[in-house]
């Protein structure tokens, strides 16, 4: 999927909130930026060699086998490192440690995340201990080679996904449905055929994408981060070579939002002994990302709720208000009313190069997309909607990837979302059951369950887990992890009330499950509840990364605002990053 559930890389750039008491957080690198390091200029080694990189980033390339349980596979891969170095020397006392991030997806790019939070991630840890904020592509994805992208170029890409756009939605009709399912098959049969990740005596990258692999890659990197800071601890108290010198197990620090959450996990049960501090945010249910009958989207109609509440409260600041309105009913019929005008026969939007209809499937994933993210996009859904209930022109949807020129596909915030859309049912329809021996039949048996609980929010997680029924058996992972998800690691679960993608049950049930862990609770809507910074959420973190003292169970923080306040002025959507 484009833009919905978990796959969701939501380009939005990161909080330049300020904690009361801090100073001003360092300002988000521009897309210019994101642009400026050769990444071929990186030879692979099986050490992490760094050198400069974007500015004020080291940058490495890892080799790692293909196939962790083959040893006598020839093939290796090479994951992209990213690091933001501490402000301390590494053998300094009052070194932190690294902390590893990863984005979510799967198919987010670790090195754009890393290049956007890392110094806001710094600063809000930093003191006593100063911490080196480290991530990386995973296999398959953006700077990692062999990448497992299967279209050549974005252009490419946008074609398939607008076919896909023009049939209409799995909710639409028999015919939408089966033109999804022909689009999917063939997506599917790109994938295995083409060049691309593909090895001459035949093995493929895409066999080996789950997140089994992953957790294995990065206990790999944890364990090169210590051998590395062990060299340097020795080169720098000139402890000689042959002298004996005390050895512990390295311990991943990591931070893991969406998707990230179930590779914290599944890294957790699978190597527990190798877990120092977790915090997972915006939470999945691992038994439920493996289940046929995968479900996610409890919370979505609530939050659509909260929009048309929050708007009748905000009169004049929401642009779908109507000074005649009595109550927030008089909202939700509008929207209701649009729906009916739209499903009657969709409407047209020109501007920024596209002539296009818009109809009711495109505006309701525009209303899912602003429930990911309440305090930036409602206002925007807001005015998108007024506009195209007045009969104005509201250009493409704010929600939409612009058309991939040139100079577009040279933007490295862009080629990742471009490319990378095909990465994510090679990861998430690996660590699922096996599904490609079933006919549609069997997926419609999915889409109505979802469809008669969710309504049309079912039939767009639907359309995320469609391509686990068409992709090809002979991309099927040859690893799998699949339980069981528990152990004794004091987790920081975190994760709003209310979530579209994540439900707060998901960070609840794991809190159990993993003993000695607890679930920190923010009490808002959206996507993720550590951005942006809110005092409570982060005072908690802080004690907790730092620390290892997790916060009274049943703990409930209030968010930095909420939609449509005026205390959410000074936060503009253009200065964040939201993964998962």
Known sequence: MRATIPTLLLCIRLAAAILPGQRPLSPAPTAEEFSTFDWTKISAADDLNYEKCYDKFECSRLTVP???????SPHNISLAIVRLPAKVPESHRDHG??????????????????????????????????????????????????????????????????????????????????????????????????ENGRFEDGENIRQHLSTAYVARDMLEIVKKVEQRRTAIYRRDNQIPVQASFPTSTPKIQYVGTSYGTFLGQTFAAMYPDHVGRMLLDANLDPDNWQARYEASVDDHAQIREIFFDACFSAGPECAFYREYDKTSDDIRARWESLSEALERAPMFVTGKGRATPITLDDVRHGFFTATYQPLFFFKKIAKYLNDLATGANPGPPFWQLPIPTRESFNDELLINRYMGGEVSPAVHCSDGPYLSDESIEGFKTYLTNLTERYGWGGAIQADFKIPCWTWPASLRTKWRYDGPFNSSVPILFVNNRLDPATPAKNAKKMANSFNGSVFLEQDSAGHGAMWPPSPCMWQYIKKYMVEGELPPPGTVCEPLCRPFEDECEGIDAENYWLFG
């Open 66 to 72: 293909l196939d962790w349980r083959n040893s006598s």
């Open 97 to 194: 440690g690294t902390i590893i991030t990863n984005p979510g997806g799967p198919g987010g790019s670790g090195v754009q995340q890393a290049l956007s939070i890392s110094q806001r991630l710094q600063e809000l840890l930093d003191g006593p201990k100063y911490y080196e904020i480290l991530s990386f592509d995973p296999r398959g994805i953006f700077h990692s080679k062999p990448n497992a992208y299967c279209f050549d170029s974005a252009v490419e890409s946008e074609i398939w996904y607008e076919q896909k756009r023009a049939a209409g939605g799995l909710a639409d009709g028999e015919y939408p449905l089966k033109y999804n399912w022909a689009a999917e098959q063939a997506r599917g049969q790109l994938c295995a055929n083409t």
